[in-house]
């Protein structure tokens, strides 16, 4: 039997951890009630499950119980944070602020809320990355509702300042939401002390289940109004209808909680392996690393490889490593990353890029053979270009 290959695309989606799994597998049979029934038994059990996970959530955040809302994910998240501000402020302006690298579901959510009439400002980053606060300053306007700001990019790992951003928005009375959907349990979070009013979190991205996240959102200082997207039997108070899904709500805390224990020591072991890759892969010529080495998720590592072709490089790697150009939701499209392009790559050196993310259960011997993998695929598909060249 062929092995399978090493699993290097932490930033797509994780391996749920055994842990998680253990915490989440009553809820599926015998603690299977409804936890919004309160006459019997079986709903007060799930019930209290629920309860017990929306609390550890929220402290680890710094948040109250009652300002987590349970979604399927960060998209279904960002949409509720987005439409749902945009919906409820449009009475005091119509003018929203995000970044061009940011995930598509907070782009699309947007693109959606322009066609409708509201005002987008999408900034742009410096070359590694990093928004400059200066520009976030002057681009806040009078009637600016919202401000919107990935805490670290799904691409490229990039960390951005979001106590400043924080502070920056508060200071000007505006709304700041983030999607931290990459940073949760990766850098600390703690929504009073930076001053963010609504967070989009997920599990799956933690080594926990996929198909539920959560909205934070602020209830004092301001008390953030919010219009529900999905109307039904009035769960989450109103805000997100629908039957809470037990056994996800447990894996989520469970994955967070163990996320959380482990964050420091995991970090700097991550940190070791990501220069233990890069340190490999710098002895190539032609080879740019994509984003900010140091403000970064510890996991992530991002580059673009000159004098090959991207699809080309991918295919010499799939057998040994499952990994992705950009990101996962756009690898289907042939259009380069527009988080690559906002970085001012040019297409061709976009398209010939490679997104590394170690996780939790990667090794050091396993970074080696993908260090090798990588240089030989890329010196070989670089001879053969130049021995069509020459011919
Ligand atoms: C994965 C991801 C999402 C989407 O989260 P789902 O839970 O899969 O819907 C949104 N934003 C970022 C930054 C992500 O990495």
């Known amino acids: 039997m062929s092995q399978r290959p090493i699993y290097l695309d932490a930033q797509a989606t994780t391996p749920m951890d055994e842990r998680v799994l253990e915490a989440m597998l009553p809820y599926f049979t015998e603690r299977f009630g409804n936890p919004s029934s309160n006459t019997h038994v079986y709903g007060w059990e799930a019930g209290a499950a629920v309860k017990n996970a929306r609390e550890a959530i929220a402290k680890i955040i710094n948040a109250t119980p009652e300002e987590i809302v349970f979604t399927s994910g960060a998209t279904e998240a960002n949409n509720l944070a987005i439409k749902g501000v945009a919906e409820a402020y449009f009475n005091q302006g119509k ?34 990355g990093l928004l400059d606060l200066h520009q976030l300053e002057s681009a806040i306007r009078e009637d600016t509702i919202l401000v919107s700001v990935m805490a670290a990019n799904n691409e490229i790992g990039v960390l951005q300042p979001i106590a400043e951003i924080g502070s920056i928005c508060h200071n000007r009375g505006v709304l700041f939401h983030t999607d931290a959907a990459q940073a949760i349990a990766k850098i600390p979070l703690d929504v009073v002390a930076m001053n963010i009013d609504l967070m989009s979190l997920t599990a799956h991205k933690i080594y926990g289940p996929k198909g539920i996240g959560a909205l934070y959102v602020r209830r004092r200082h301001p008390r953030v109004k919010l219009a529900s997207q999905i109307q039904g039997g009035g769960q989450e108070r109103g805000r997100r209808s629908g039957t809470l899904y037990t056994p996800q709500i447990v894996g989520f805390a469970e994955a967070l909680e163990i996320g959380i224990a482990e964050m420091e020591s995991e970090s700097t072991r991550l940190l070791q392996l990501k220069k233990q890759l890069w340190s490999m892969l710098e002895t190539l010529d032609g080879i740019h690393l994509n984003g900010n080495f140091t403000q970064s998720l510890p996991g992530n590592l991002n580059v673009s490889v000159e004098g090959v072709d991207g699809s080309a490089l991918l295919l010499g790697l799939q057998s040994v490593v499952a990994l992705s150009s950009g990101s996962a939701c756009s690898s289907a499209s042939t259009a380069p990353s527009h988080v690559l392009t906002a970085l001012g790559r040019d297409e061709k050196l976009a398209h010939a890029s490679l997104r590394f993310g170690i996780g939790r259960f990667n090794t050091s011997e396993e970074i080696e053979i993908v260090g090798q993998q990588a240089i030989a695929t890329i010196n070989s598909l670089r001879q053969t270009n130049q021995l069509k060249t020459t011919s």
């Open 95 to 128: 003018h929203i602020i995000t970044v061009t690298t940011e995930h598509r579901a907070v782009l699309d959510p947007c693109a959606y809320l322009e066609n409708l009439g509201f005002e987008l400002t999408y900034l742009p980053v410096q070359s590694d």
